[in-house]
């Protein structure tokens, strides 16, 4: 993974996720970390990742409720997090999940 510098205009490398993944979402939160959701690997995920880029390290912490590709997430004004609809192997979901 690469992080972008806006004020040094540059990418620099991280260290990896515990699990590799595509059609995720990736959120920066209001302490500057940020929350991977879901996404594809062999098969759809449910769990959930934290980058912390003052330690450069990443977390596993917890699992959604249902595996999820290609959903969305929104950031809300009370620093919860809304993750909604997405697929599950063709299957579109019309669930969301609060955090």
């Known amino acids: ?10 990418w620099s490398k991280t260290s990896v996720m515990n699990h590799a993944r595509r059609a995720h979402t990736a ?4 302490n500057g970390n940020v929350l991977v959701t879901g996404g594809f690997a062999r098969h759809a995920l449910n769990d959930c990742e ?3 880029p003052s330690t450069k390290t990443w977390t596993t ?9 290609q ?28 955090y």
Request: charged share 20%; aromatic share 12%.
């Open 1 to 10: 993974m690469k992080t972008f510098k806006r004020f040094l205009l540059e």
């Open 27 to 30: 959120s920066t939160l209001s």
């Open 50 to 52: 934290l980058y912390d």
């Open 61 to 69: 912490v917890g699992s959604m409720n249902e595996e999820r590709t």
């Open 71 to 98: 959903h969305t997430v929104s950031m809300l004004k009370d620093g919860k997090v809304l993750v909604t609809g997405g697929s599950y192997f063709g299957v579109f979901l019309n669930s969301a999940e609060l």
